[in-house]
T-cell receptor, first 114, second 116 residues
Framework: AQSVTQLGSHVSVSEGALVLLRCNYS??????LFWYVQYPNQGLQLLLK??????LVKGINGFEAEFKKSETSFHLTKPSAHMSDAAEYFC????????????FGTGTRLKVLA | EAGVVQSPRYKIIEKKQPVAFWCNPI?????LYWYRQNLGQGPELLIR????????DSQLPKDRFSAERLKGVDSTLKIQPAELGDSAVYLC??????????????FGQGTRLTVV
């Protein structure tokens, strides 16, 4: 079965430090890939997505992610963490087989330390 | 532009009781999704509509769950009877173009259901 793995359910970084949230997918066919962010008591909102073309994708709030087919990865990074980045982050893969389905990872809760 | 609107935000019911959730998608969005998000997990698809048609309901527990999307706009998800294990956040989402694989979903704030 298709799956999305997010390593680390909780990640803590200091304010101003690099943020790295890991995402790996299992699919023989490269899927469309998404990162969503969920703030407390809010719905998920899109950070960025990879569909086709450039493998380095830039999103909102200074986040970016690189699609690496050889590693089946789509890790999310931000050079300098801000307190407002504290939230839960979900990686999702849109897999197609006749129809399509979005498979979500279990999420990574990011904590930013002052 | 208004986002995806869900109601109620919170619901507490006793087991074996029925419950219903309502979703109003973004205007013009033809695809509507219902997801269930258990604590500490990512969203899991229950059902996807394209316009009025349920095109993927393979994960919907049909013995107790039902959904409808009348006139291809609003949608209602119902559970009858509710079980303790149904406690979760139920998320509704919508997207613009059916079958456009590149388009993302827009999510509502969810309904947090607690079954006691």
């Amino acid at each position: 079965a298709q799956s999305v793995t997010q390593l680390g359910s909780h990640v803590s970084v200091s304010e101003g430090a690099l943020v790295l949230l890991r995402c790996n997918y299992s699919s023989s066919v490269p899927p469309y890939l998404f990162w969503y962010v969920q703030y407390p008591n809010q719905g998920l909102q899109l950070l960025l997505k990879y569909t086709t073309g450039a493998t380095l994708v830039k999103g909102i709030n200074g986040f970016e992610a690189e699609f690496k087919k050889s590693e089946t990865s789509f890790h999310l990074t931000k050079p300098s963490a801000h307190m407002s980045d504290a939230a839960e982050y979900f990686c999702a893969a849109r897999v197609t087989s006749g129809t399509y389905k979005d498979i979500f990872g279990t999420g990574t809760r990011l904590k930013v330390l002052a | 532009e208004a986002g995806v609107v869900q109601s109620p935000r919170y619901k507490i019911i006793e087991k074996k009781q029925p419950v219903a959730f309502w979703c109003n998608p973004i205007s013009g969005h033809n695809t509507l999704y219902w997801y269930r998000q258990n604590l500490g997990q990512g969203p899991e698809l229950l059902i996807r509509y394209e316009n009025e048609e349920a095109v993927d309901d393979s994960q919907l527990p049909k013995d107790r769950f039902s959904a409808e999307r009348l006139k291809g706009v609003d949608s209602t998800l119902k559970i009858q009877p509710a079980e303790l294990g149904d406690s979760a956040v139920y998320l509704c989402a919508s997207s613009l173009v059916p079958g456009d694989l590149a388009t993302e979903a827009f999510f509502g704030q969810g309904t947090r259901l607690t079954v006691v």
